[in-house]
């Protein structure tokens, strides 16, 4: 599906959501027959003693990096600062790298056009002070994405 050159169908769409819990399980189990429900307990619970701290911030940003601040995201629907800030940080930045980059579907949009997108997301799918931060470091920004580029 990610390849695919159109828009996705209602089926494929509901497919595609999933990925956020595949990506959390992949890194660890989920318990129960609820999985977001319990994957959502567990991401937010207490750090266990022998926890892997870095595995679990990985399974926070696989879960959580598609909830939208004004709780329209999935797979949980989270809202505001229920979602990890962590989540909020990587939300801002994928979205960013989608837009800047060419996909079977769509061209690159130019910089300008991508930075006003994420500035019309504040307050609804981004957490305004991220945002806010992202274009305090919007040099440095550019000058990562140019160091990293294909």
């Known amino acids: 599906m990610l390849l695919k050159p159109g828009p996705l169908d209602p089926a494929e769409w509901e497919i595609m959501r999933r990925h956020c819990l595949y990506g959390c399980e992949i890194l660890g189990p989920l318990n129960g027959t609820d999985t977001a429900q319990n994957a959502c307990g567990f991401l ?3 750090l ?3 926890d892997n701290e870095l595995l679990r911030l990985a399974r926070i940003l696989a879960l959580y990096h598609h909830e939208r601040w004004d709780g329209t995201g999935y797979p949980i629907g989270l809202a505001g600062e229920a979602i990890p800030l962590e989540a909020r940080i990587v939300s801002v930045v994928d979205v960013y790298d989608a837009l800047r980059s060419d996909r ?22 981004f957490d305004p002070a991220i945002i806010e931060a992202f274009f305090r470091e919007v040099d440095a920004i550019r000058a990562i994405r140019q160091k990293w580029k294909d």
Do not use: I, M, R
Request: aromatic share 10%; proline share 11%.
């Open 44 to 46: 937010l619970g207490p």
């Open 48 to 50: 266990e003693s022998g």
């Open 104 to 125: 079977p579907y769509k061209k690159a949009f130019p910089v300008e056009k991508c930075f006003a997108l994420l500035q019309k997301g504040a307050g609804s799918q």
